[in-house]
């Protein structure tokens, strides 16, 4: 069994296999500062670092190392490809909001590449050609109208262009967009890190925060009974540990799984992204759109490119085995210089339901910050909160505030037939109160195996350690009384309601929770 915090889930990304994660001390007393920040990801490390550049005292948090969370399970494109489209953008928000997206996210590439020129981090970033094109059959029209969308949006160069180069990818239409850009995370994370305590800043690690509390100067709890006292507080935790509800009623958790192959021959670096799985799910009107995301990366023997997609509402599947060959034919059919998978794994996305971040104050205070909901472009829209985040705190005026704003009401009527859904879904996730457990008896549990169990009224999350020992926790979870279900793959309890997961031994390991599932007893049988 890993380490507590080690990483998210049970298999090893390529980007964790290829680096290693900052760790630091833990608080072991109280603090006062100007900011803290909690969560040291891409959007807490950058956020981070810009107020340390402003010359703030700032304090950086983990309940893990840098670079424990999502952010080592993204395949890290930097893009204004955006995954929401700016067609839907302009439909939904209107044609200034898709211009202010475009231009976020278009600075959020430059700035990644600024600061890594600045601070002399060897983490891989180059920029690379991007390649949008469509499943079998699927509509040129649409694939059209998003890049004269794209184009009034304010992003010029975007090529319709007649193949994908080096691929077997058969398409009626393909884009090229150019200027995007790919970078190894964890390295990046790591440079970042080292920057920021050459500024002054403090980075604490294994420390997990169980309260926030807003007010003229936030308080902030440790779950070792510290207190940090702060100016202000950004909680950039891929999804909030401080918000019971409002936040998480507007977004939806959704699984991602990526593999990694060896490349075989030397190709062009390029990104590569298709508008759906299929051509009806091109057509879908509620709920994000599934589709492929593939990238170049580089290890100490070569290239390996890395394939993602196969997404589904986290803990509301129980076949990764099968997405995972899935992927695999699905990228063997199209790029024919792989070999042998290196990699597999998973991360989780937050799915807003209207396509743009939540990045701005917390709904409700006035002096804490959140972002979260970055759809499949988590690393800009982590890089546009450390931007936009650090203007609001220093009381700048910034044009995307308003674009981000985590109280905003989006009432287009599809939105708000998207948000219908999710919350009708999450409310029919409490059936699990009164069905059958996964297993008649603990008994058919192996070991290495986990098990939600019936006993009485109560629901039991089971897993056996590879010794025999058989762990039992209650298998609702603290945050809103959902029942958690097991992920094969990553060994992980799932919350299927708003995302929050738990490793093999109940540790709490993404939020919104914020404490562990409730230890019942083990036993050796």
Known sequence: MKTSGERIGDLVSF???????????????????????????????????LLAREKKNVVLIDDGPVGGGMTSRTTAHLVNAIDDRYFDIGKFLGEKCAR?????????????????????????FERVDGYLFLPPGGSVKDLMDERDAAERAGISGIERVDEVPNTNIKSDAVLLWPHQAQFHPLK??????????????????????????????????????????????????????????????KQAPYATFAICLRVTKKVQHALFWDTALTAEDEKQMIGPVPYHYVRFARDEQGDVLIVGGEDHKTGQASDCEQRFAKLERWTRDRFPF??????????????PVDGVA??????????????????????????????????????????????????????QPQVVADYAAENANVVAQFRDYVTAGDEPSEAKIKNGEGAILREGLRKIAAYRDESGTLHKFSA??????????????????????????????????????????????????
């Open 15 to 49: 980007w964790e296999r290829t680096a290693k994660k900052l760790r630091t001390e833990p608080v072991t007393s109280d603090l006062t500062t100007d900011v803290c920040v909690v969560g040291a990801g891409i959007a807490g490390v950058t956020t981070a670092y």
């Open 188 to 249: 990046y994370l790591d440079g970042l890190a080292k920057a920021i305590l050459d500024l002054g800043g403090k980075i604490f690690t294994g420390t997990r925060v169980v309260e926030v509390k807003d007010g003229e100067r936030v308080q902030l709890k440790t779950g070792d009974g510290h207190t940090i006292t702060a100016q202000a507080a950004v909680i950039a935790t891929n999804c909030p540990i401080n918000d019971r509800v409002v936040i998480h009623s």
């Open 358 to 411: 939540y990045i701005g104050r917390n709904p409700g205070d006035n002096n804490v910050y959140v972002v979260t909901g970055d759809s499949g472009n988590g690393i800009t829209h982590g890089t546009i909160a450390g931007k936009l985040i650090v203007d609001l705190i220093s009381g700048r005026e910034n044009p995307w505030a308003k674009l981000y704003d985590p109280s905003r009401k989006t009432l």
């Open 476 to 525: 609702v979870c603290p945050h809103l009384a959902c029942v958690v279900r097991w992920d094969s793959c990553e060994r992980t309890w799932d919350c299927p309601c708003h995302g929050s997961r738990f490793d093999a031994l109940g540790r709490v390991v993404n939020g919104p929770a914020i404490s562990d599932l409730k230890r019942i007893g083990s036993g050796v049988d």
């Open 100 to 124: 202010l997206t475009a231009e976020s996210h278009t600075a959020a590439i430059d700035l990644a590449e600024k600061i890594v020129r600045d601070n002399k981090i060897d983490c891989d």
């Open 338 to 351: 792989v070999g042998e998978i290196t990699d597999r794994w998973s991360g989780q996305v937050m799915e």
